[in-house]
């Protein structure tokens, strides 16, 4: 994790926000970075896979998301690389110059560049002889790295103690105002990085569920703690008018090379004896470390495309001898030495930065979509805290200093789109037609779109064909009253031991279901049907709601569960909570004509929707609505006056919708009491969280276990819970 970003960050940083933004500078990315390392931590824990964001938005978003953050991750990787290579040429051929051994040789760019790619090739043989010797090789100069800087921190402190009149460095604190700070955390933020390698060893770690967090958490800690006290130990390291330095000390840092690019290394020289050498070896030892740990990633992430065919296989292919995937390290080679002998310093860092920043923006976004639609289904060995504050506050935040980069380097914001859209053309072109199943994925056998249009979309989720006529029948109303196109779905259950090659032998049953509907609803309605294979049916339901732009989800339910970990059901359960559309909710409800029908009400879109599908149930020749209200010792519910508001949602006439009020301490008893006198009970769930529904029955969910009338319940979609349903 310690690499360039600390050698090169320093003195671009301090020129540009002073001495007390330096240290806000790595600080506060240390806050960002910790919360965006949560969520590597929880997906890390729960998908110990090589690939890192890639299986992470394969999971979470599907193929065409999960390619654009392979692809980015291989590249961001490959540019860090580039860097780190970079900087070690900086550092090592200034020590030499300043030993006298290379006078011969010109002062350009050329030979840093030559270095540079002389040392990333050395490093691509490293990572070529195998993992373990990649560990090992990265272990030694790890703790060559923070053995150096510790002892720059350390001599740091102590001159300011031995002599305090060099805290006046720090004066004035933040020079430039805390807007610029948002451009110098932007340029540094490749600094934190680190943890997203630790993510690609899940293939090869020990106990990865368990050591994987632990290494990521702890990483970001201590290179947080790292950074700052180096960076304390630079502002105090040079005095104000000695040899040179000027009357402010800050300024001559961050003017020493190309905009600071050495300042770093001129500060540690003058700070303790043989500070040359010093700050030499740390530089060697951590750009070195990153170098060989960016390698190790970039090589994972195209390796992972290449095996689940999202590029040629051939990137997967692996070395008989060194069992190592040859191919991908290869082409990241190139990619490292071509940036890093292309493009200038400042230019490379930024690129490596945005990159990193659009990656870890997308991986928190993964993290609350997996969270909400998987938790039930994945086996985590770390759960983040408060979520999704974390995510959300690190989503905001990248957002932010990715957009500030451009103060830094234009050209970071033409390389790193221009990259993205070229990963948007592969996919389109080669990977969308070949990639590979996954585990996670939701596989379709069998599928006939309706024909397209704008018109209101009623999707029947079909079980079996014992209830598909239950389902039909009612549904049959729904699409009159909507003039609706349908869609038939039925997610084939599969136990989890079987494997996916053999998920097609289940699908026969739900098959047949679809079979009976259509023979109902085909030759009145336009008709699209769809067989699909999830490992969670509720999972499936939503995405198919979510992908066909659905307005009404129609299913059906048996009864009470067996599980006391669920409300209505493993599937019901989280279709109500995350379907981004209105749900009807079927029980009993056969062919019988519904003459008299209950509608508890309480006021709020639920209950509105509630009197909505009531109306459309209702027997349309002599069928009669009953709103009723539960009055208790509160303010009571004006229920004429909420009807009157919501006349023009009904599809029956006013005076064939009476209202009725109880007065009653026990609200679920009196509706279930009520029910009684009626065929039909439609209800409105109730809006709390699933959360605290599971803690404490709700009473619609009290009446929908006891009552023994055919029983509906609706959920109404709309406004920003629904949009965020629908994207998240």
Same mark, same amino acid.
């Given at each position: ?6 050698? #090169? ?11 007390? /933004?330096?240290?806000? %500078? ?20 729960? $998908? ?47 020590? #030499? ?32 002889? /195998? ?16 053995? !150096? ?21 720090? &004066? ?10 948002? $451009? ?8 934190? &990085? ?111 495309? /290449? *095996? ?12 008989? =001898?060194? =069992? ?20 200038? %310093? ?80 592969? +996919?389109?072109? +080669?990977?969308?037609? *070949? ?93 699209? %049907? ?8 509720? *999972? ?35 279709? $109500? ?18 003459? *008299? ?11 509105? !929707? ?9 027997? =349309? ?10 009055? /208790?010792e509160g303010p009571r519910f004006d229920i004429d006056r909420f009807i009157d508001e919501n006349e023009e949602r009904l599809y029956a006439p006013r005076e064939r919708v009476h209202t009725k009020v109880v007065q009653s301490q026990h609200v679920a008893e009196a509706i279930l009491e009520e029910a009684q006198e009626h065929d039909m009970v439609v209800m409105g769930c109730t809006r709390q969280p699933l959360v605290y529904q599971v803690a404490r029955q709700s009473v619609p969910d009290i009446v929908a276990q006891r009552c023994p009338k055919p029983f509906v319940m609706v959920k109404a979609s709309g406004g920003i819970r629904s949009w965020v349903k629908r994207w998240l």
């Amino acid at each position: 994790m310690i690499g360039a970003g600390v050698f #090169l960050g320093i003195g671009y940083s301090i020129g540009i926000v002073g001495p007390g /933004g330096l240290i806000l %500078t790595f600080a506060l990315n240390g806050v960002i970075a910790l919360f965006t390392a949560m969520s590597y931590a929880e997906l890390s824990s729960a $998908i110990p896979r090589a690939g890192g964001a890639y299986n992470f938005a394969r999971i979470g978003f599907g193929r065409g998301t999960s390619f654009v953050a392979g692809w980015m991750e291989w590249f961001a990787s490959s540019v860090a690389g580039s860097m780190y290579a970079i900087t070690f040429a900086i550092y090592t051929i200034r020590y #030499l110059r300043h030993l006298g051994l290379l006078d011969w040789m010109p002062e350009n760019w050329i030979s840093v560049k030559i270095v540079a790619a002389v040392v990333a090739a050395f490093f691509l043989y490293i990572n070529y002889r /195998g993992a373990s010797e990649t560990g090992r090789v990265g272990a030694f100069f790890t703790l060559g790295q923070i053995i !150096f800087l510790a002892l720059i921190g350390v001599a740091g402190i102590f001159v300011a103690v031995k002599d305090p009149s060099r805290l006046q460095n720090f &004066e004035p604190f933040m020079p430039e105002g805390w807007w610029k700070l948002l $451009i110098t955390m932007g340029f540094t933020y490749v600094a934190f &990085e680190g943890f997203e390698v630790i993510s690609q060893a899940g293939d090869e770690a020990v106990d990865p569920k368990r050591n994987l967090p632990k290494a990521m958490l702890y990483s970001v800690l201590i290179a947080t703690l790292i950074y700052v006290v180096v960076a304390v130990a630079t502002v105090v390291s040079v005095k104000a008018g000695v040899q040179g330095v000027g009357p402010v000390p800050w300024q001559w840092i961050g003017e020493q090379g190309e905009h600071g690019v050495t300042g770093f290394g001129e500060a540690v020289a003058r700070l303790m004896p043989m500070g040359n050498l010093l700050l030499t070896l740390a530089v060697i030892f951590a750009s070195t470390s990153a170098l060989n740990a960016t390698i190790y990633s970039a090589t994972r992430a195209s390796y992972a495309l /290449g *095996r689940d065919r999202m590029l040629p296989p051939k990137l997967a292919t692996i070395s008989r =001898k060194r =069992k190592t995937p040859w191919v991908a390290l290869a082409l990241t080679g190139g990619i490292i030495i071509v940036v890093a002998t292309v493009l200038p %310093t400042k230019d490379v860092a930024s690129s490596a930065s945005i990159m990193f920043l659009f990656l870890f923006f997308l991986v928190n976004v993964c993290v609350i979509r997996i969270r909400r639609n998987m938790g039930d289904e994945l086996e985590y060995g770390f759960v983040m805290p408060w979520f999704p504050v974390f995510p959300m506050v690190a989503i905001a935040c990248q957002g932010i200093l990715a957009a500030w980069l451009v103060h830094m380097s234009w050209l970071a914001w033409i390389v790193a789109p221009a990259w993205i859209l070229v990963g948007v053309g592969v +996919y389109w072109s +080669y990977s969308r037609s *070949r990639a590979a199943p996954a585990e996670h994925d939701i596989h379709i056998f069998e599928e006939e779109k309706a024909p397209a249009g704008d018109e209101y979309r009623i999707m029947v989720a079909v079980a079996n064909p014992r209830n598909a006529v239950e389902l039909v029948l009612n549904t049959h109303k729904l699409c009159g009253a909507k003039n609706a196109k349908v869609e038939l779905l039925h997610m084939v259950e599969v136990p989890d031991q079987v494997p996916l090659s053999d998920a097609d032998k289940y699908m026969l049953e739900g098959k047949e279901g679809i079979v009976e509907a259509m023979l109902y609803l085909a030759p009145q309605f336009p008709i699209g %049907t769809a067989l699909r294979y999830c490992r969670n049916v509720a *999972r499936g339901i939503v995405s198919a709601v979510r992908e066909k732009k659905i307005n009404m989800l129609v299913i059906g339910w048996q009864g009470r569960p067996q599980a006391r970990a669920f409300r209505l059901g493993s599937t019901i359960d989280p279709v $109500i909570e995350l379907a981004p559309c209105n749900v009807v909710i079927l029980k009993g409800c056969g062919s019988h004509k519904f003459k *008299r029908v209950l509608v508890p009400v309480a006021g709020g879109p639920n209950g509105v !929707f509630a009197l909505e599908v009531a109306s459309i149930l209702a027997d =349309k020749s002599e069928g009669l609505i009953t709103a009723m209200t539960v009055a /208790g010792e509160g303010p009571r519910f004006d229920i004429d006056r909420f009807i009157d508001e919501n006349e023009e949602r009904l599809y029956a006439p006013r005076e064939r919708v009476h209202t009725k009020v109880v007065q009653s301490q026990h609200v679920a008893e009196a509706i279930l009491e009520e029910a009684q006198e009626h065929d039909m009970v439609v209800m409105g769930c109730t809006r709390q969280p699933l959360v605290y529904q599971v803690a404490r029955q709700s009473v619609p969910d009290i009446v929908a276990q006891r009552c023994p009338k055919p029983f509906v319940m609706v959920k109404a979609s709309g406004g920003i819970r629904s949009w965020v349903k629908r994207w998240l």
